[in-house]
């Protein structure tokens, strides 16, 4: 039976960047941030059961699980420098972790972000992965959620709804035919944050977040840390058009409420216009202006097909 280092040396042990101290010692080292940027770091927990279903394929996990880190530096305005990798898993079954390592690998290499060490453990359950992604930032100029002013325009990148509704669907909540699963399902299975995108906004946008749980709760989350409101048109929202068939109550709160999005929803002044809509052609990023931030406080939402209820959920809770 393979041990854990084992397991490590075969599936995790990559080249690093030159100059840097990856996996293989009791701690990565990494090239100094400049005195003029900042280090950005974030960590985000993947359960089996809660966050993935016990047969999703291992390599869309191995990319899901870093992608839901670097949509944070990519909310941020950071460029990846590298992350470290904690997973616990039943069994060393290398079938599996090859497939898995496979799908982490290839989106580290597409966005920059080398692996430089973890962990690995045994788990007497499901498997649980831990991601930690680090980043790099200019000083000062990071993409807070406390910075929208009234009078920005509200944007967002990608499109809106298809992760929940594959998850709706796989779960047995909606009903679709396969093709319409097949055009749904890649969107909750891979998302694809656009991370260089967001790196470039810095100097451009002045407020920004992720939508891992919701537009509506994480566009709340912009609008309380910078103590004003908003309006957004629901008719300009990026709905993804393989929802076309599905109910209009259903779409609504895929579009509004739904999770696993790890798109981008950021604040700009008018006069940025221009500048976002080049720099998204430059970089094959689908953006849309939605609304606008008010001076008045609380989320207006107009122009919905079903009527808005206050009972209804904000968005994903993992203790709700």
């Known amino acids: 039976m393979a041990s854990e280092f084992d397991l490590i040396a075969?599936?995790?042990?990559?080249?690093?960047?030159?100059?840097?101290?990856?996996?293989?010692?009791?701690?990565?080292?990494?090239?100094?941030?400049?005195?003029?940027?900042?280090?950005?770091?974030?960590?985000?927990?993947?359960?089996?059961?809660r966050h993935f279903l016990p047969d999703a394929d291992p390599e869309a996990l191995g990319h899901k699980a870093l992608a839901v880190n670097v949509s944070d530096l990519a909310a941020m305005g950071a460029t990846p420098i590298g992350c470290v990798l904690g997973l616990s898993v039943p069994r060393a079954d290398h079938a599996w972790l090859e497939r898995f390592a496979r799908g982490f690998r290839t989106l580290a290499d597409a966005v920059g972000c080398p692996l430089v060490g973890g962990d690995t453990t045994r788990s007497l359950q499901g498997t649980v992965i831990s991601v930690t992604a680090m980043g790099e930032v200019p000083a000062g100029a990071a993409l807070t959620r406390a910075a929208a002013r009234p009078g920005d325009d509200i944007w967002?990148?990608?499109?809106?709804?298809?992760?929940?509704?594959?998850?709706?669907?796989?779960?047995?909540?909606?009903?679709?035919?396969?093709?319409?699963?097949?055009?749904?399902?890649?969107?909750l299975?891979?998302?694809?944050?656009?991370?260089?995108?967001?790196?470039?906004?810095?100097?451009?946008?002045?407020?920004?977040i992720d939508i891992s749980d919701g537009l509506q709760q994480d566009l709340g989350h912009v609008l309380r840390a910078s103590g004003c409101g908003a309006e957004i048109d629901y008719a300009s929202l990026p709905v993804h058009p393989a929802l076309e068939g599905f109910a209009a109550a259903s779409v609504q709160r895929a579009v509004l409420n739904g999770g696993d999005v790890y798109q981008l929803c950021f604040t700009a002044s008018a006069a940025m216009r221009q500048r976002i809509t080049e720099l998204a052609g430059r970089h094959g990023v689908r953006v849309s202006r939605v609304g606008t931030i008010t001076q008045e406080g609380g989320l207006r939402v107009t122009a919905c097909p079903v009527p808005l209820s206050p009972d209804d959920p904000a968005g994903f809770d993992h203790f709700g």
């Open 10 to 49: 075969r599936h995790f042990k990559w080249p690093a960047p030159a100059g840097v101290l990856g996996v293989g010692d009791d701690c990565a080292l990494l090239l100094p941030v400049a005195s003029d940027r900042r280090l950005a770091v974030t960590t985000d927990l993947l359960i089996e059961g």
């Open 156 to 187: 967002i990148t990608g499109t809106l709804g298809a992760a929940h509704m594959a998850l709706e669907v796989l779960q047995g909540r909606e009903r679709a035919t396969p093709d319409v699963l097949a055009a749904l399902r890649p969107f």
């Open 189 to 208: 299975d891979r998302p694809e944050p656009p991370v260089a995108f967001g790196a470039h906004l810095i100097g451009i946008a002045h407020a920004a």
